[in-house]
């Protein structure tokens, strides 16, 4: 994976099932990052959805990787969540998200294997309904923008030089 210029991306990992309800957050940032930002070519934007183990080289080949997710910790409905790397072994021992136990293992065993990047970030919101469904409840679908954000902001943060796509004027 990694780029022509032989530096390893820096990959984007929309996480979820969108047929349980808030649970398809990550996909969501993810589609609303992909279609209303001009991003550089060493980022790359992967729909992770529930593939568990199957992201394991996606991780391991990553030069940082943000998770956008539900992110599962008791707090109230929408509250932004955000784990740092640094932190992310605390969580590896429940469940990150509602959605799979496997991201958890991932994790784990990347850092088991000294392949996790060391920017690792998770960006997330709080679910108020995991159950089956196609949309997100209100309250996520209103800090989607927020979260989508906050994710801009890690780029940044890494370096990134991330633009908002121009809105099309209609003529």
């Known amino acids: 994976m990694p780029t022509s210029e032989g530096t390893r991306p820096t990959i984007v990992l ?4 969108p047929l ?4 398809g957050v990550g996909l969501a940032a ?15 934007l992967v729909d992770g959805g529930t593939w568990g183990m199957n992201l394991l080289p996606i ?4 030069g940082r990787v943000l998770l956008m997710d539900a992110i ?10 955000t784990i740092e790397r640094a932190r992310l072994p605390r969580y590896l021992a429940t469940k990150i998200s509602p959605h799979q136990v496997d991201l ?22 709080q679910p108020a309904v995991v159950e089956l469904s196609n949309g997100l409840s209100d309250v996520l679908r209103v800090r989607l923008d927020d979260m989508v954000e906050r994710a801009v902001g890690q780029l940044e ?6 633009h908002p796509k121009p809105v099309p004027v209609d003529a």
């Not at 991780?59 to 990553?62: G, H, N, Q, R, V």
């Not at 943060?157 to 991330?162: D, E, K, Y």
């Open 59 to 62: 991780i391991e080949d990553a």
């Open 30 to 44: 993810l589609e609303r990052l992909r279609e209303g930002w001009d991003l550089p070519p060493d980022i790359e």
């Open 157 to 162: 943060a890494w370096g990134v030089s991330v």
């Open 104 to 125: 958890r293992d991932v994790l784990a065993l990347a850092e088991l294997r000294g392949t996790l990047p060391a920017d690792t970030v998770a960006i997330g919101l």
């Open 20 to 23: 349980m309800g808030d649970d």
């Open 14 to 17: 929309g996480l979820g099932n």
């Open 72 to 81: 599962d910790v008791g707090a109230a409905p929408g509250t932004p969540i």
